[in-house]
């Protein structure tokens, strides 16, 4: 379930208020994103994934909501981590070169 926008990398782009396919956040005028209904988040990582800043923590827990405090020194270097793993951002390896089912469909012919 998403638990942080951090204030500190959020650029306010509100791309993760598009990418959201249950509306949990909502824009405000000048400021960062507010999680709003964040009950009806679905845990898919779609938002942490889209987020160019890696400014968000969706926290792997989809049935309830966990405390967590971006200060926590743990909990800072998981903000963004589902879009490090999967090698989005500048300068990463999408994990998506490394499939190599290719080869399966080539070998099938
Ligand atoms: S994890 Fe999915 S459902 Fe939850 S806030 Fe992010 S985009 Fe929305
Ligand atoms: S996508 Fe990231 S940087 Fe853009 S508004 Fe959302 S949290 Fe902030």
Redesign the pocket.
């Known amino acids: 379930?998403?638990e942080i926008v951090s204030p500190e990398r959020c650029t306010g782009c509100n791309i993760?208020v598009s990418?959201?396919?249950?509306q949990?956040?909502e824009a405000v005028p000048d400021g960062i994103p507010r999680?709003a209904r964040q009950s009806?988040?679905?845990?898919?990582?779609?938002?942490?994934l889209y987020c160019p800043a890696d400014a968000?923590y969706?926290a792997p827990v989809a049935d309830h909501a966990v405390t967590v405090a971006e200060e926590a020194g743990e909990v800072r270097q998981w903000i963004g981590s589902y879009r490090r793993a999967v090698g989005w951002g500048k300068d990463r390896q999408p994990t998506a070169a490394l499939d190599a089912s290719f080869e399966l469909l080539r070998r099938a012919h």
């Open positions: 379930m998403i993760c990418a959201c396919p249950t949990v956040f999680i009806d988040c679905q845990t898919c990582f779609m938002c942490e968000l969706v």
